[in-house]
Nanobody, 122 residues
Framework: QVQLVESGGGLVQPGGSLRLSCAAS????????MGWYRQAPGKQRELVAT???????NFGDSVKGRVTVSRDDGNYTVNLEVSSITPEDTAVYYC????????????????WGKGTLVTVSL
């Protein structure tokens, strides 16, 4: 069974940066895309950033220009940094792994982490 464990989050001051990490564990052979989505209170889940094998990245409109995403396929981790944080960035941030193949499952499966809350406030 594949698990995604997020770390980071918590309280962030406006104007600062948030940094999140996510580690995928299990008998993983490959992951197509890794990344982050977020859901603010009363809103739909939205894309923050994803990164594919090879490094091609996609960014959500609300964070373009102030987001960095990276991945390490040696240990199946994905990292996120968003700068110039505002209260509008308050949300639960979810790690996502798409197209995961393992030693027992040859077709790609998508997985989600449990989410980590980021609150932007003084």
């Amino acid at each position: 069974q594949v698990q995604l464990v997020e770390s980071g989050g918590g309280l962030v001051q406006p104007g600062g940066s948030l940094r999140l990490s996510c580690a995928a564990s299990g008998a993983i052979l490959s992951i197509n895309d890794m990344g982050w989505y977020r859901q603010a209170p009363g809103k739909q889940r939205e894309l923050v950033a994803t990164i594919a094998t090879g490094g091609r990245a996609n960014f959500g409109d609300s964070v373009k220009g102030r987001v960095t995403v990276s991945r390490d396929d040696g240990n199946y981790t994905v990292n996120l940094e968003v700068s110039s944080i505002t209260p509008e960035d308050t949300a639960v941030y979810y790690c996502n792994a798409r197209g995961v193949t393992t030693m027992t499952v040859a077709y790609g499966v998508d997985y989600w982490g449990k989410g980590t809350l980021v609150t932007v406030s003084l």
